[in-house]
């Protein structure tokens, strides 16, 4: 069965400290997405990846980094976290025709 | 350019009413697909609907179709005979696949709560 799963699930942060959030998939999937969920924004897109080695720009990635060292693994990268990144981050993939998208669980950051 | 027009909004049903959501996009891309995803409370995001343009088909999925104006751009979701399992988050998406590149864009949502 097609999975993606984030971790961590939870996460607090202080201002200024570095956050990584973690996604691995196990469809073989080619695309993986970043998103963030915010009331009234919907989901928006972060950074998203076309293999393992691409990182591409998506709508709102100031403040962001993303790393895809593998097929698998995609990880969002907060090298100094703010309040305002205080979110929900959904980690998607998707295969090449993306006929479906397959989303991990969300991870609720809250940066104090 | 905001390319999935869903305006984000809260609203409330009764049990067993019917209720439709309303979706327009925008593309200029050949091949696209179009989604409504439900976001459970748990955190999961749920395809409940997928629709291709290229078909006639229109999709449905137990309790869940769509009403699909391609001309319009305009895609609804409607859900018959509501449940209180049925509260949540439903966001509509759109992937295109354009020259170079291919992406997911998602509209704002609405948030329903269905009343027993």
């Known amino acids: 069965e097609a999975a993606v799963t984030q971790s961590p699930r939870n996460k607090v942060a202080v201002t200024g400290g570095k956050v990584t959030l973690s996604c691995n998939q196990t469809?073989?999937?080619?695309?993986m997405y970043w998103y963030r969920q915010d009331t009234g924004h919907g989901l928006r897109l972060i950074h998203y990846s076309y293999g393992a080695g691409s990182t591409e720009k998506g709508d709102i990635p100031d403040g962001y980094k993303a790393s895809r060292p593998s097929q698998e693994n995609f990880s969002l990268i907060l090298e100094l976290a703010t309040p305002s990144q205080t979110s929900v981050y959904f980690c998607?993939?998707?295969?090449?025709?993306?006929?479906?998208?397959?989303f991990g669980k969300g991870t609720r950051l809250t940066v104090v | 350019a905001q390319k999935v027009i869903q305006v984000w909004s809260t609203t409330s049903r009764q049990e067993g009413e019917k209720l439709t959501l309303d979706c327009s996009y925008k593309?200029?891309?050949?091949?696209?697909?179009l989604f409504w995803y439900k976001h459970l409370l748990s955190g999961e995001m749920v395809l409940l609907i997928r629709q291709m343009p290229s078909t006639i088909a229109i999709e449905r999925s137990g309790r869940y179709s769509v009403v699909f104006q391609k001309s319009r751009k305009s895609i609804s979701l409607v859900i018959s005979t509501l449940q209180p399992d049925d509260s949540g988050k439903y966001f509509c998406?759109?992937?295109?696949?354009?020259?170079?590149?291919?992406?997911?864009?998602f509209g704002k949502g609405t948030s329903l709560t269905v009343i027993p």
């Open positions: 593309t200029s891309q050949v091949l696209y697909h």
């Open positions: 998607a993939s998707g295969g090449t025709a993306n006929t479906e998208v397959f």
């Open positions: 469809n073989n999937h080619n695309n």
């Open positions: 998406a759109l992937w295109e696949l354009g020259t170079g590149y291919q992406n997911f864009y």
